[in-house]
């Protein structure tokens, strides 16, 4: 039987109204699979394939009793995302009768007591949300939940690789406590690799297999490559000029990778619209707008038939917030991934099935690893997200969660969580105890009776909802003009009254600054700088690193403007000056063209070495090492070591500050004993095995 007669006569006079010609690939799959088993799935398939309705149409036709209980539990990574998504689950459930809710910190305590009252249908949330509900109101979990069947986790590739992913594989087995019947699972995403795999399977929590359907079609890739160097400023004009000529004809998304570039160049693509009389639209979108204005945007996008816009934008627009088609993609230097490149390049070519790439590089080494990912995609090969195996942060703040959950959990029943949880299976009796006792002497649990409870010191980090949350918030002042809010800014030390920055793509001179009302407010003014937001920069995998160095020997496989040529034939002269070898240069410098976690153990087995703090910049691959080093030397003392961790364990251990900047970014570090911090870096941050291989082949050829 085909799968549109699978379905429900309901569902298939949905898609008759609709207009589709057909089930996509992966519809038509799903549909099949769901039908036909009872196992655990994940959706893997281009952007614009049709991976929500190939989620939501066999979840809803596996639904027999709609009256009793929310059935269907989405959750997405973005607020963003769940809104655009209200619309489209709405439009599909209306006729069909079927309630669609959010949740999430933007929808009003009467919609959600509404829901409370009468739970039926389906309901979207964040992570984020659904740790809230469980934390203080398990009550409302057992309301809500009791009937659930089935579980759908959009843009599942964005949870890997991270705490905040580890989190929703607690928060997905905790849920179970509260329903009636192991739900079913179903992952989408738009990117996936043969490693990723085995991490996605071990996302859900119950018995069932997964099974992953992949549909591996492409849309035609068009690529065009410019070089422009940036002045002292981090400015490149003429960038900016190609980019605005490209607007004047195709729609288009810019990904910089910073929110610096993306409002330098949105303002000044406006500020070049006005003095030519241009009709482009020009536009921002990043986390600092309101959400207001995040959505005028969208909705602009999605309805501009004829009208010609640009957006330059962070990730906000990355993942699969529906903005309609654009002709074309601008990556404004490089990438740090080959999977977020195909993610960006998903917003394009949805109707002609053609992706449209500008790639505009600013920086000669920008220049080659944006070439690396561009000819990695176009093989079809993707960097494979890290694998945490020892999230130790993420399992102390599960702990406390857990406690404020149940109001306290019996002695005995303590001592065994790590053994009732399969997220927490992999944590040894010993580090448990450890763990423990650290908690309980520094004033996160505290034993009453026959009880663990929550220390004094855990209530405080209770405080606010940004408890529920594993990315660090900063706090944020509402930017006021007049009576209107226009965005939110972290305070720094340049946002003082007379100071001028651009948000939105308009400047702004500040006027005061009131700390306890947390507000900035401004009045427009004629020009301002670009304030530097952070770089929001990532890892680079092996994989692109060393598709850099071929690109460099062996030159580009794609066609690159005369600029582009000119600089890579730059590089390749002088990185292959010194006796044809790409990893020495005449600075005593040692280049590795290895990915990040690798440089990473390399720089902590030289430090260990030496006994002294060693620096490297990860951009151009590069290690500085002292004039009286001789890097053949060092090469060859670093091998004569058979590394374990314990190698680096003492160093560590002498060096706290080493330890704590490698753990910055980690919310909820400040939990663990700083033996825990240690063996946190041996077991997630580095790679002693790949380090001394790398180490190997550079040795081999200097």
């Known amino acids: 039987m085909d799968a549109f007669s699978l379905l429900q006569r309901d569902l298939q006079h949905y898609i008759y109204q609709q207009g ?31 991976k929500t309705e190939a989620a939501f149409l066999p979840a809803i036709n596996a639904v027999s009793d709609w009256q009793h209980g929310i059935k269907i539990l989405y959750v997405s990574p973005l607020v963003a995302l769940i809104n655009d998504q209200f619309s489209r689950v709405s439009q599909l459930c209306r006729a069909l009768e079927i309630p669609v809710n959010r949740w999430h910190g933007e929808v009003s305590r009467t919609s959600k007591v509404k829901l409370l009252q009468d739970p039926r249908g389906i309901l979207l949330i964040t992570p984020e949300s659904l740790e809230a509900l469980l934390d203080l109101h398990p009550e409302d ?34 849920l179970q406590h509260y329903t009636q019947q192991s739900p079913r699972y179903l992952g989408m995403s738009a990117t996936i690799t043969k490693t990723d795999s085995t991490a996605l399977k071990q996302m859900f929590g119950n018995d069932r297999p997964t099974k992953i359907l992949l549909d591996r079609g ?10 422009f160097a940036e002045d002292l400023e981090h400015n490149a004009p003429e960038a900016l000029t190609r980019i605005y000529q490209l607007s004047q004809k195709e729609t288009m998304l810019v990904f910089p990778n910073s929110r610096r570039n993306v409002e330098y160049l949105a303002s000044n693509l406006q500020q070049l619209g006005s003095e030519h009389h241009s009709s482009v639209r020009y536009f921002t979108h990043h986390a600092a707008l309101t959400k207001a204005d995040r959505s005028r945007i969208e909705h602009f996008a999605k309805g501009a038939r004829q009208s010609l816009f640009t957006i330059c934008a962070t990730s906000t627009l990355e993942l699969g917030i529906d903005i309609g088609a654009v002709d074309s993609v601008v990556q404004y230097n490089a990438p740090y991934s080959v999977a977020r490149l195909a993610q960006r390049l998903g917003r394009s070519g949805r109707q002609t099935k053609k992706s449209r790439l500008h790639f505009i590089a600013t920086e000669l080494w920008s220049l080659l690893q944006g070439l690396a990912t561009i000819q990695l995609y176009q093989r079809g090969a993707l960097d494979a997200a890290t694998v945490i195996s020892k999230p130790y942060d993420v399992f102390a703040h599960q702990l406390l969660a857990l406690l404020l ?8 029943e303590f001592k065994r969580l790590p053994r009732l949880f399969k997220a927490w299976s992999w944590i040894s009796d010993a580090e448990f105890l450890e763990l423990t006792e650290s908690l309980l002497e520094e004033g996160y649990l505290e034993r009453l009776g026959p009880e663990m ?37 972290p305070l720094t030390n340049e946002l003082e009254p007379g100071s001028s920055f651009i948000l939105n793509a308009k400047a702004w001179v500040v006027t005061r600054v009131i700390v306890p009302t947390h507000k900035i407010y401004v009045e427009p003014t004629v020009a301002a700088d670009v304030m530097d937001f952070g770089s929001g920069g990532g890892e680079v995998s092996q994989l692109v690193r060393q598709e850099m160095l071929s690109l460099l020997e062996a030159g580009p496989g794609l066609k690159v403007g005369p600029d582009a040529a000119n600089i890579l034939a730059d590089l390749k002269a002088e990185v292959l000056a010194e006796n044809g070898s790409p990893f020495v240069s005449e600075e005593n410098n040692l280049r590795t063209f290895c990915g990040t976690k690798i440089n990473r153990t390399l720089q902590l087995m030289f430090s260990s070495l030496l006994d002294r703090q060693i620096s490297f910049t990860d951009k151009t691959t590069t290690f500085h090492l002292p004039e009286e080093i001789d890097v053949a030397k060092l090469l060859q003392a670093v091998l004569n070591i058979s590394w374990e961790p314990g190698n680096l364990r003492g160093y560590l251990a002498g060096h706290p500050h080493v330890v704590a900047r490698l753990l910055a970014e980690n919310k909820y570090q400040v939990l663990l004993p700083q033996t825990l911090k240690i063996e946190y870096v041996l077991a997630n941050l580095v790679d002693l095995p790949l380090a001394y291989q ?7 050829r200097i």
């Open 453 to 489: 409870i929550c220390g004094t010191n855990a209530e405080k980090l209770m405080h606010g909802a940004d408890f529920f949350a594993q990315f660090a918030t900063a706090q944020n002042f509402a930017v006021v003009a007049g009576d209107k809010k226009v965005g939110e800014l």
């Open 694 to 700: 790398a180490l190997q082949t550079i040795a081999e």
């Open 405 to 412: 959950e149940r109001n306290g959990i019996d002695l005995a």
């Open 20 to 50: 589709w010609s057909a089930l996509t690939k992966i519809q038509a799959a799903a549909i099949k699979y769901v039908h036909q088993t009872s196992d655990n799935l994940i959706l893997a398939a281009p952007t614009a394939a049709g």
């Open 218 to 227: 492409q849309n035609q890739l068009e690529v065009s490559v410019d070089y």
């Open 141 to 174: 979990c057992s309301v809500l939940f009791a009937s659930l069947e089935w579980v759908l986790v959009d843009e599942i590739h964005s949870f890997l690789g991270n705490n905040r992913g580890i989190q929703l594989q607690s928060l997905l087995e905790r």
